[in-house]
């Protein structure tokens, strides 16, 4: 299903994006299983979502496309010893470049394919087996104040100078326990907003 939606140019926003946060926690076996789709009969679902703005950015992340992994270290559990709990971070960067000049456009996360907890602010790891319980992710700017997702408030300004170019920002991922952490995997995926004023 395609989406395309108008927005009103005095205050354009575009879903444009994604980041995928993955990571392992010790003491957990990796496992996956490759399905043989040529003799099953396997469904794939692919979605197609888009909006058309007036003006639009291209996003670029750690110097490459516009979507990508970023893999955050592996930890012990014994690291996350309680709900509040931070550790093993991991910093990135997200470009604006081909902007409107001379305008001023909030970076906003949101949860696309991956819930987010709206007490924390946090994304919230995949569940069922193999998965770390009470992990999520958390999001920082790089001055270390908390990105929390789906608000606007806390979004990232990017100014856009008269002579365009490339404006980059820092972020901080990290883990977070909202309680007694699991060993196991943790992958969030986060997708990204632009508002253009």
């Known amino acids: 299903m395609h989406h395309i939606r108008l927005m009103h140019p005095g205050f354009n926003k575009i879903l444009y994006s994604a980041l995928i946060f993955v990571a392992i926690l010790l003491f957990s076996p990796a496992s996956s299983v490759a399905r043989d789709?040529?003799?099953?009969?396997?469904?794939?679902?692919?979605?197609?979502?888009?909006?058309?703005?007036?003006?639009?950015?291209?996003?670029?992340?750690?110097?490459?496309?516009?979507?990508?992994?970023?893999?955050?270290?592996?930890?012990?559990?014994?690291?996350?010893?309680?709900?509040?709990?931070?550790?093993?971070?991991?910093?990135?960067?997200?470009?604006?470049?081909?902007?409107?000049?001379?305008?001023?456009?909030?970076?906003?996360?949101?949860?696309?394919?991956?819930?987010?907890?709206?007490t924390t602010g946090n994304l919230l790891n995949n569940t069922g087996v193999g998965y770390s319980r009470n992990t999520q992710i958390r999001l920082r700017k790089k001055n270390g104040s908390q990105i929390k997702i789906d608000d606007l408030t806390s979004a990232q300004n990017y100014y856009i100078p008269l002579s365009g170019g490339v404006v980059t920002h820092d972020y901080i991922a990290n883990y977070y326990s909202s309680g007694l952490a699991t060993s196991g995997q943790v992958r969030a995926t986060a997708g990204i907003e632009l508002f253009y004023k």
């Open 37 to 118: 789709c040529t003799n099953l009969g396997c469904n794939t679902s692919v979605f197609f979502t888009g909006v058309y703005a007036e003006e639009t950015c291209e996003i670029v992340i750690n110097g490459g496309i516009n979507i990508d992994v970023i893999q955050l270290p592996i930890i012990s559990t014994q690291t996350l010893r309680g709900a509040g709990s931070e550790a093993g971070s991991k910093t990135f960067t997200i470009g604006l470049k081909k902007c409107p000049i001379n305008r001023n456009i909030q970076l906003k996360f949101v949860s696309n394919l991956s819930q987010a907890d709206n």
